[in-house]
């Protein structure tokens, strides 16, 4: 199992004693057929999904938000890091642009400075992206969470979970970051996907151990055993966050998926067991072996099959097609 896990490393208000929970899903743009913001917010409701994260600001989407009750993960578009974490200024100018005008009707739990940026060109932006926002959020009276979405990628060693630490590569960088989120309380988005998991080395990631269909033999590490993968891959980021100083540090899981078609593994029935497994078991409370009883804040990948990605699998992580039909039905909880 050992090169399952070397694998791993290739492919909100939130606070320490207040969690939020539940289950929400990932909103994209990336298709020209999509319903309008008003049907989709209608859609949401109607299946009492009341968490969304969106990648960036829209001021239609943002609108149709307003007075919904629905919670919103809010990103800042990769591209605009670098002048967000050099400029004070422009931090501040993006607050006023893009939550000061909706602060009071729509639900902001968190503000994401980029998605899985690190490793990579962006990653040194990071940080100071994410403190000149909090600066500018608490000057408009807006304390809103700043985080950002990290992969399974920022990990050097994942195997066995408690063994797991932060690439050489990344290390300085997710230690800053780690010392800002324990200070502020504010949690670290992880993008998990078993999927990925399973395709890249299907001999050895066994599809029951990706879909938490009971795996028989799962992993054990020392005097924990996981029966799925999605646990395994939680649990090695929290260990690195220990390791750099960030035993408080609380995880969000902002992606994970299946997709419904793309190859052999991706297919509506694996879909539909993945994400159905997937919501019973993190609103179960159990939590992981390496920390029982958290319940995990989890956004599925993704609302909508979205035509503008690229083809194969990336188009095919909807769990509705853009005309709103179901690709398979999921058990949201009421």
Known sequence: MEKLFVLLTIACFLSANSCVRGIGVNYGFLGDNLPTPANVVALLKSRNINKIRIFEPKADVLTALG???????????????????????????????????????????????GNEVIPGSLAGNVLSAMQNLDAALNAANSPIPVSTAVSMQILGTSFP?????????????????????????????????????RTGDPSNVPLDF???????????????HYANLFD???DSVYSA???????????VISETGWPSAGNTDATVDNAQ???????????????TPGRPG?????????????????AGVEMNFGLYHPDMTEVYHVNFPA
């Open 67 to 113: 007075g919904s009750g629905i919670e919103v993960i809010l990103g800042v578009r990769n591209e605009n890091l670098e002048e967000l974490a050099s400029d004070a200024t422009a931090a501040a100018r993006w607050v006023n642009i893009n939550v000061t005008p909706y602060k009071s009707s729509v639900k902001f739990t968190c503000i994401t400075a």
């Open 161 to 197: 979970p408690s063994n797991s630490k932060f690439s050489d590569e990344v290390a300085n960088i997710m230690r800053g970051i780690t010392g800002f989120l324990a200070a502020k309380k504010f949690p670290l988005l992880l993008n998990a996907y078993p999927f990925f998991a």
């Open 210 to 224: 990706a879909l938490f269909a009971g795996n028989p033999t799962g992993i054990n590490d020392d005097s924990l």
């Open 232 to 234: 395994a891959m939680v």
């Open 241 to 251: 966050l220990e390791k750099a100083g960030g035993s408080t540090v609380d995880i």
């Open 273 to 287: 067991t993945y994400v159905n497994n997937l919501i019973s078991h993190v609103t179960s409370g159990k939590g």
């Open 294 to 310: 958290k319940t995990l804040e989890t956004y599925i990948f993704a609302l909508f099959n979205e035509n503008q990605k690229s």
